[in-house]
C-alpha cells in the first residue's frame, strides 16, 4: 500500500467514524432529550414497561455504541478498497441511472436490509452464537434511545455488513447510500425508544400493521425469543415468530 493510498485510506476511517458517530449522537440524543426529558411526564402512559431504566445502563449503551462507530469506519475503508479495485456497483453520477431508479434504489436498500436483518437476527440468536455475538445488546432488557448501536465488536461487523451487500449486487448512488443509513439510525433508535409514539390501533389497521413500532422491538429485548423484524412486520407474521 502506498503512502497516498494509505493517508486516503486513514482520512476515510476517520470521516466515516466522526460521521457515524454524530448521527448516532444528534439522533439518540434528540430522542432522549425530547421524550425522556422534556415530553416524559406528559406521554409517561405511553412508557411500554413500568419505568425506564436508570443512567447506569445507559452509559453501557453508549460505551458499546461507541465502539460499534469505529467498526462502521473500518467497513467504510473497506468498501473504499473495494470500489478502488473496481468490485462495488457504486456510481458518481444520478444521471447515469436516472432519478426514478435513484428513488427505487433508496427502496430496495430498506427492503433488503429488512431482509438481511431479520435472517442474521434470528441466527444470532442460535444457543451456539448468542452468548459471543448478540449477548450484549440484550443487556438492555429495557432500552433507551442509546441502546441502538450497542452491539459487540462481532455483531457490529454484522450489522454494518448490509452496506458492503448492497454496494456489490446493485448500482447504487453515494447519496442514496446516506439517506439509507439516515433512514435506518431513524428507525433504530425509534425502536429502542421505550416509549410508544405510534396511535392506538396502529397495528390492526390493514394500511399499517405490516410496520413494526417501538413494542414490537421492546417486547423483543423483554422476551428475546420473538419479534425479531426491524423495519416491518412481515417476517415475524410469515415465520410465526410476532
Known amino acids: 500500500m502506498d503512502q497516498d493510498f494509505f493517508l486516503k485510506s486513514l482520512g476515510i476511517f476517520l470521516m466515516g467514524t466522526t460521521v457515524v458517530t454524530l448521527r448516532y449522537f444528534l439522533f439518540a440524543g434528540i430522542a432522549y432529550g425530547v421524550f425522556w ?29 461507541l465502539s460499534t462507530m469505529v467498526i462502521f469506519g473500518l467497513v467504510g475503508v473497506g468498501i473504499f478498497w473495494a470500489k478502488s ?15 426514478p ?84 439510525t431513524f428507525l433504530n433508535v425509534l425502536g429502542h425508544l421505550s416509549i410508544e409514539l405510534y396511535p392506538k390501533g396502529f397495528v390492526r389497521n390493514p394500511l399499517t400493521n405490516w410496520n413494526n413500532t417501538t413494542t414490537h422491538h421492546n417486547m423483543h429485548h423483554r422476551y428475546f425469543q420473538c419479534n425479531y423484524g426491524l423495519y416491518f412486520n412481515w417476517w415475524d407474521k410469515l415465520f410465526k415468530t410476532n
Open 101 to 184: 431508479y435513484f428513488l427505487f434504489s433508496i427502496i430496495a436498500m430498506i427492503v433488503i436490509h429488512d431482509a438481511y436483518f431479520y435472517l442474521t437476527h434470528r441466527l444470532m440468536h442460535h444457543r451456539s452464537i448468542y452468548r459471543y455475538v448478540h449477548e450484549v445488546h440484550h443487556r438492555s432488557t429495557n432500552p433507551s434511545p442509546w441502546a441502538a448501536f450497542a452491539f459487540h465488536p462481532y455483531e457490529a461487523v454484522i450489522e454494518a455488513g448490509i452496506v458492503p451487500l448492497v454496494v456489490l449486487i446493485m448500482p447504487v448512488h453515494g447519496l442514496a447510500i446516506f439517506i439509507f443509513l439516515l433512514f435506518m
Open 85 to 99: 479495485a473496481g468490485y462495488t456497483k457504486i456510481y458518481k453520477n444520478i444521471s447515469d441511472f436516472g432519478w
Open 37 to 65: 426529558k422534556k415530553l416524559r411526564e406528559r406521554i409517561s402512559h405511553r412508557i411500554i414497561q413500568a419505568k425506564l431504566p436508570e443512567f447506569q445502563k445507559i452509559r453501557t449503551e453508549i460505551k458499546f455504541s
